[in-house]
């Protein structure tokens, strides 16, 4: 399954706080059960985004506890965009056939 996890920074980080995230960070390496396929940061420097892949949300609960402190933090399912139009059609096809 993939995912996109977007973070931006607590209102109340401060300088410290931003520190001790850096240093948490320094150290942290990705599970093994999760295949990062995109890892960005915002050009406003105030958060960013990840697209992983797993079979085992509980990969992405494990790093959401640990950075969770920091920031808040949102873990998205994604489908790629053809999959969805393909979905999509047979929604609207299935909703026209009723009278």
């Known amino acids: 399954m993939k995912y996109v996890i977007s973070w931006v920074a607590k209102p ?10 850096l240093q948490v960070f320094s150290k942290w390496a990705p599970s093994d059960r999760l295949t990062f396929e995109q890892f960005l940061g915002r050009a406003d420097a105030k ?8 079979d085992d949300i509980n990969a ?3 790093d959401m506890a640990i950075f969770g402190t920091w ?3 949102d ?24 009278t």
């Open 75 to 98: 873990v998205v399912p994604v489908i790629e965009i053809a999959d969805q139009a393909a979905i999509s059609g047979e929604a609207l096809e299935f909703m026209a056939s009723i």
């Open 60 to 62: 992405i609960v494990h």
């Open 47 to 54: 958060g960013g985004f990840a697209v992983v892949t797993t």
């Open 71 to 73: 920031f808040d933090m």
């Open 12 to 21: 109340n980080m401060g300088e410290a706080e931003s520190a001790r995230s």
